[in-house]
């Protein structure tokens, strides 16, 4: 079993930055490819970014592609999400995501442990 725990949400003002933080226990991540999704109000949750074991491949959702950052640090058991440049509409809660596989993937059900969410808060 995996457990995660994200940290680093918060209120922001459009323009800003903030670095979301995913720690694991349970087991070591470093075989376990990871993603980021969020979910807004009344809005299903959406894909945001993935990346693989290594940290060598990410993917990200075009509508935050150049202004979010993900990495991991498998000796810390933890990855981290820099969002940069931040809009209204990126206000949501963010969840982290680990799979079985060390492999990218964009798909929410490819994933099978979830921490229990962060609020992110855009104000214009």
């Known amino acids: 079993q995996v457990q995660l725990v994200e940290s680093g949400g918060g209120l922001v003002q459009a323009g800003g930055s903030l670095r979301l933080s995913c720690a694991a226990s349970g087991r070591t991540l470093s075989s376990y490819g990871m993603g980021w999704f969020r979910q807004a109000p009344g809005k299903e949750r959406e894909f945001v970014t993935t990346?693989?074991?290594?940290?060598?491949?990410?993917l990200y959702a075009d509508s935050v592609k150049g202004r979010f950052t993900f990495s991991r640090d498998n000796a810390a058991n933890t990855v981290y999400l820099q969002m940069t440049s931040l809009k209204p509409e990126d206000t949501a809660v963010y969840y982290c995501?680990?799979?079985?596989?060390?492999?990218?993937?964009?798909?929410?059900?490819?994933?099978?442990?979830w921490g229990q969410g962060t609020q992110v808060t855009v104000s214009s």
């Open positions: 990346i693989n074991w290594s940290g060598g491949t990410t």
């Open positions: 995501a680990a799979r079985s596989l060390p492999h990218v993937s964009a798909r929410a059900t490819a994933y099978d442990y």
